[in-house]
């Protein structure tokens, strides 16, 4: 495993990173998911991922029993805040009452004094961004987060959220995680390069394109069983966006790039993220350990430029 430096901070993260999104509380039990956490710490994965909204507060619970075993120090933790938690008006959105309420849930429910970096989820219009960034600019000073995240946020979001922490000395955003694969690009107009002009990484979600970039879906063929495209359980349908014949068969011309490499379609997709320098981590979703042992082979593999140039054209197509 290889590890970057999360924008101009000193902290390393492994460039593979584990969510839990859409498995731990949902689709999958506590003792698989307690599995894919262990093999993601023993294949050297420092950064675990979460979020207060998964699973209503379950996936938490089961990430912060998990990496309970381990040292502190050795692995980096985050959470997030923005979505609804409750019925109440309060009960979602930026505000200084719900960061603060929903961070000290967190950690509660993580069994944590602290988490390492702590996300908005998402822009709240109808806060101004100075109030919750002196909140969370408050939990840093009292040493419950150490560094301060976004998620989805745009350019001008964050641009607004930076000057907003220089005017008023607040501790700076860091890192920013959108959804970002080969087949949905669009942080590179924007977002990547006014992040790295400011000093933040990504750390990129959905880097497998909800595991369209597997190569498990197939044209003509029927939805695998126990594929997320199936699972009953999960809420998620973005996948279906993906399952096009046309992008289906762009996919299949990049499984004969990857076997080329003597690489895997997910190791390709992987690498051809990690690519991109203002890119700290990708953050893979497992249900069973096997796939954490496939993805982290992709750490260190640099692509070619004639490599990449055949990934774009075919991506072009």
């Known amino acids: ?31 698989t998911a307690t599995k894919v956490i262990d093999k993601a710490y023993e294949l050297g994965i420092n950064s675990f991922d979460t979020a207060n909204f998964y699973a209503a507060g379950e996936a938490e619970k089961i990430v912060g029993d998990a990496l309970s075993k381990y040292p502190r120090e050795s692995f980096v933790l985050a959470t997030k805040v923005f979505w609804p938690m409750g ?6 959105g930026l505000s200084r ?16 004094d602290y988490v390492d970096i702590y996300y908005c989820h998402r822009y709240d219009p109808e806060t101004p961004v100075d109030e919750t960034l002196r909140t969370i600019d408050d939990m840093v000073r009292q040493g419950k987060v150490l560094y301060v995240g976004v998620s989805e946020w745009t350019a001008a979001q964050i641009v607004e959220a930076l000057g907003v922490s220089d005017r008023y000395l607040l501790d700076r955003i860091v890192v920013n995680q959108p959804q970002y694969n080969m087949l949905h690009r669009y942080i590179e107009k924007d977002v990547l390069p006014t992040s790295e002009k400011n000093g ?3 750390i ?3 880097p497998l394109a909800q595991g369209v970039l597997t190569g498990k879906y197939r044209r ?19 996948i279906n966006t993906y399952l096009e014949d046309e ?6 011309k990049l499984e004969s ?6 690489l895997s379609l997910s190791q390709l997709a992987i690498a051809w993220i990690l690519r991109q320098p203002g890119i700290a981590s990708a953050l893979v979703g497992a249900s069973k350990p096997h796939q954490i042992e496939e993805n982290v082979k992709a750490s260190g593999v640099k692509l070619s430029e004639e490599s990449i140039s055949a990934i774009e054209d075919i991506l072009n197509e």
């Open 220 to 238: 003509g063929e029927s939805l695998p069983e126990g594929s997320r495209a199936t699972n009953p359980k999960s809420k998620n349908k973005i």
């Open 87 to 92: 019925e109440g008006p309060n009960d979602r």
């Open 257 to 262: 790039v990857a076997k080329g490499l003597d």
């Open 1 to 31: 495993m290889e590890y970057r430096k999360l924008g101009r901070t000193g902290l390393k993260v492994s460039e593979i990173s584990l969510g839990s999104w859409l498995t731990y509380g949902n689709s999958i039990e506590k003792d």
């Open 204 to 206: 990129v979600f959905s």
């Open 247 to 252: 992008v289906l068969k762009k996919v299949e």
């Open 97 to 112: 009452k719900h960061v603060f309420e929903q961070l000290h849930a967190s950690l509660r429910r993580l069994k944590m």
């Open 200 to 202: 933040m990484s990504q």
